[in-house]
Protein backbone atom coordinates (compact mmCIF):
# COMPACT_ATOMS: atom_id res chain seq x y z
CA UNK A 1 0.00 0.00 0.00
CA UNK A 2 0.92 3.45 -0.79
CA UNK A 3 2.12 5.21 2.79
CA UNK A 4 0.65 8.37 3.83
CA UNK A 5 2.27 10.82 5.49
CA UNK A 6 1.94 11.30 8.84
CA UNK A 7 -0.66 14.28 10.24
CA UNK A 8 0.88 14.47 13.40
CA UNK A 9 -3.00 14.23 14.75
CA UNK A 10 -4.35 11.80 17.18
CA UNK A 11 -7.88 11.53 17.50
CA UNK A 12 -9.37 11.37 21.14
CA UNK A 13 -12.84 10.53 22.06
CA UNK A 14 -14.00 10.81 25.22
CA UNK A 15 -17.46 10.33 26.85
CA UNK A 16 -17.67 12.83 28.56
CA UNK A 17 -15.60 16.18 28.46
CA UNK A 18 -16.44 18.78 31.53
CA UNK A 19 -17.11 16.87 34.67
CA UNK A 20 -16.04 14.11 37.01
CA UNK A 21 -12.25 13.23 35.44
CA UNK A 22 -12.34 14.48 32.13
CA UNK A 23 -10.78 18.03 32.23
CA UNK A 24 -7.91 16.21 34.12
CA UNK A 25 -7.05 13.04 31.60
CA UNK A 26 -7.28 15.67 28.32
CA UNK A 27 -5.20 18.13 29.93
CA UNK A 28 -2.81 15.30 30.65
CA UNK A 29 -3.04 13.86 26.68
CA UNK A 30 -2.81 17.12 25.31
CA UNK A 31 0.73 18.10 27.44
CA UNK A 32 2.27 14.41 26.72
CA UNK A 33 0.89 14.35 22.70
CA UNK A 34 1.92 18.02 22.20
CA UNK A 35 5.38 17.54 24.16
CA UNK A 36 6.04 14.51 21.25
CA UNK A 37 4.86 17.23 18.46
CA UNK A 38 1.57 16.13 18.45
CA UNK A 39 -1.80 17.76 18.45
CA UNK A 40 -5.64 16.05 18.93
CA UNK A 41 -8.61 16.26 17.61
CA UNK A 42 -11.04 16.04 20.66
CA UNK A 43 -14.57 14.73 20.52
CA UNK A 44 -17.19 13.77 22.82
CA UNK A 45 -20.18 10.78 22.63
CA UNK A 46 -21.89 11.86 25.49
CA UNK A 47 -21.62 7.59 26.11
CA UNK A 48 -24.20 7.01 22.81
CA UNK A 49 -22.46 4.63 20.20
CA UNK A 50 -24.27 7.07 17.27
CA UNK A 51 -22.33 9.83 18.41
CA UNK A 52 -19.38 7.52 18.77
CA UNK A 53 -19.90 6.30 15.29
CA UNK A 54 -19.79 9.98 14.07
CA UNK A 55 -16.93 11.11 16.19
CA UNK A 56 -14.51 8.07 14.31
CA UNK A 57 -15.54 8.42 11.08
CA UNK A 58 -15.05 11.92 11.54
CA UNK A 59 -11.66 11.24 12.34
CA UNK A 60 -10.72 8.93 10.41
CA UNK A 61 -11.47 11.07 7.22
CA UNK A 62 -9.13 13.65 8.64
CA UNK A 63 -6.09 10.56 8.68
CA UNK A 64 -5.53 10.82 12.39
CA UNK A 65 -2.39 8.75 13.49
CA UNK A 66 -3.30 7.39 16.21
CA UNK A 67 -6.76 7.10 18.44
CA UNK A 68 -7.58 7.01 22.01
CA UNK A 69 -10.75 6.11 22.69
CA UNK A 70 -13.24 5.96 25.66
CA UNK A 71 -15.93 3.37 24.56
CA UNK A 72 -19.15 4.17 25.04
CA UNK A 73 -21.29 1.90 26.70
CA UNK A 74 -18.44 -0.68 27.34
CA UNK A 75 -20.56 -3.46 29.48
CA UNK A 76 -22.82 -3.95 26.02
CA UNK A 77 -22.08 -5.21 22.75
CA UNK A 78 -21.37 -2.52 20.24
CA UNK A 79 -22.37 -1.30 16.94
CA UNK A 80 -19.23 0.22 15.90
CA UNK A 81 -17.32 -2.98 15.89
CA UNK A 82 -16.58 -2.47 12.48
CA UNK A 83 -15.53 0.93 12.75
CA UNK A 84 -12.69 -0.54 15.06
CA UNK A 85 -12.14 -3.40 13.08
CA UNK A 86 -11.35 -0.41 9.88
CA UNK A 87 -8.85 1.27 12.91
CA UNK A 88 -7.24 -2.11 12.73
CA UNK A 89 -7.01 -2.82 9.02
CA UNK A 90 -5.35 0.47 8.46
CA UNK A 91 -2.84 -0.41 11.37
CA UNK A 92 -3.85 2.85 13.39
CA UNK A 93 -2.86 2.49 16.53
CA UNK A 94 -5.43 2.65 19.31
CA UNK A 95 -5.53 2.98 22.92
CA UNK A 96 -8.63 2.39 24.78
CA UNK A 97 -9.48 4.33 28.50
CA UNK A 98 -11.71 3.83 31.02
CA UNK A 99 -12.96 0.59 29.53
CA UNK A 100 -12.67 -1.93 26.86
CA UNK A 101 -14.45 -4.32 25.12
CA UNK A 102 -14.31 -8.04 26.95
CA UNK A 103 -12.63 -10.21 24.02
CA UNK A 104 -11.59 -7.71 21.73
CA UNK A 105 -7.19 -7.75 21.27
CA UNK A 106 -6.45 -3.47 22.23
CA UNK A 107 -4.40 -2.03 24.37
CA UNK A 108 -6.30 -0.05 27.47
CA UNK A 109 -5.51 2.28 30.57
CA UNK A 110 -8.08 1.74 32.65
CA UNK A 111 -8.48 1.90 36.66
CA UNK A 112 -8.58 -1.29 38.97
CA UNK A 113 -12.37 -0.42 39.17
CA UNK A 114 -13.11 -3.95 41.50
CA UNK A 115 -10.32 -2.76 43.51
CA UNK A 116 -11.83 0.13 44.00
CA UNK A 117 -15.46 -1.54 44.64
CA UNK A 118 -13.59 -3.62 47.35
CA UNK A 119 -11.78 -1.17 49.43
CA UNK A 120 -14.51 0.87 49.57
CA UNK A 121 -16.92 -1.57 50.85
CA UNK A 122 -14.21 -3.81 52.83
CA UNK A 123 -13.69 0.02 54.78
CA UNK A 124 -17.72 0.35 55.52
CA UNK A 125 -17.45 -3.32 56.84
CA UNK A 126 -14.30 -2.31 59.33
CA UNK A 127 -16.37 0.26 60.51
CA UNK A 128 -19.03 -1.94 62.02
CA UNK A 129 -21.91 -1.90 59.03
CA UNK A 130 -23.35 -5.07 58.25
CA UNK A 131 -25.50 -4.24 54.90
CA UNK A 132 -23.55 -2.52 51.81
CA UNK A 133 -25.02 -0.81 49.27
CA UNK A 134 -24.03 0.57 45.75
CA UNK A 135 -24.86 2.24 43.09
CA UNK A 136 -23.65 1.42 39.72
CA UNK A 137 -23.83 1.62 36.17
CA UNK A 138 -25.24 -1.51 33.94
CA UNK A 139 -23.76 0.32 30.39
CA UNK A 140 -20.13 0.31 31.59
CA UNK A 141 -17.79 -2.41 32.21
CA UNK A 142 -16.61 0.19 34.94
CA UNK A 143 -20.00 -0.42 37.06
CA UNK A 144 -19.57 -4.59 36.45
CA UNK A 145 -16.06 -3.96 37.82
CA UNK A 146 -16.62 -2.10 41.03
CA UNK A 147 -19.90 -4.05 41.71
CA UNK A 148 -17.21 -7.32 41.41
CA UNK A 149 -15.53 -5.78 44.21
CA UNK A 150 -18.42 -5.15 46.68
CA UNK A 151 -19.34 -8.76 45.89
CA UNK A 152 -16.05 -9.95 46.91
CA UNK A 153 -15.82 -7.57 50.53
CA UNK A 154 -19.04 -9.38 51.23
CA UNK A 155 -17.85 -12.87 50.28
CA UNK A 156 -14.61 -12.33 52.65
CA UNK A 157 -17.37 -11.19 55.63
CA UNK A 158 -19.77 -14.14 55.60
CA UNK A 159 -22.58 -12.13 54.63
CA UNK A 160 -25.31 -12.40 51.59
CA UNK A 161 -25.39 -9.57 49.57
CA UNK A 162 -28.06 -7.28 50.23
CA UNK A 163 -29.14 -7.10 46.37
CA UNK A 164 -31.90 -4.91 47.62
CA UNK A 165 -29.11 -2.02 48.77
CA UNK A 166 -27.30 -2.39 45.15
CA UNK A 167 -28.73 0.20 42.29
CA UNK A 168 -27.95 -0.11 38.83
CA UNK A 169 -28.45 2.61 36.40
CA UNK A 170 -28.14 3.43 32.18
CA UNK A 171 -26.92 6.48 30.73
CA UNK A 172 -30.14 7.68 29.79
CA UNK A 173 -31.65 6.38 33.54
CA UNK A 174 -29.04 9.41 35.15
CA UNK A 175 -29.94 11.89 32.07
CA UNK A 176 -33.87 11.11 32.60
CA UNK A 177 -33.01 11.65 36.36
CA UNK A 178 -31.40 15.21 35.99
CA UNK A 179 -33.86 16.35 32.86
CA UNK A 180 -31.00 16.68 30.90
CA UNK A 181 -31.13 18.01 27.39
CA UNK A 182 -29.88 15.60 24.50
CA UNK A 183 -27.00 17.21 22.36
Known sequence: ??????????????TYL???IFPDIIKGIDNMLSRQGYSMILSHTDNKAEREAQCISSMLLK??????????KSALPSPNQGLYEDIDAREIPL????????GRENSYVIEDDEAGGYKAAKHLFELGHTRVG???????????NRYKGVVKAYREQGFAVAEEAMVWYTT???AALFDEQSS
Open 18 to 20: DDY
Open 63 to 72: NVDGFIIEPA
Open 172 to 174: EDI
Open 95 to 102: VLINGYFP
Open 134 to 144: GIFKVDDIQGH
Open 1 to 14: GVKKEPSKIIGVVT
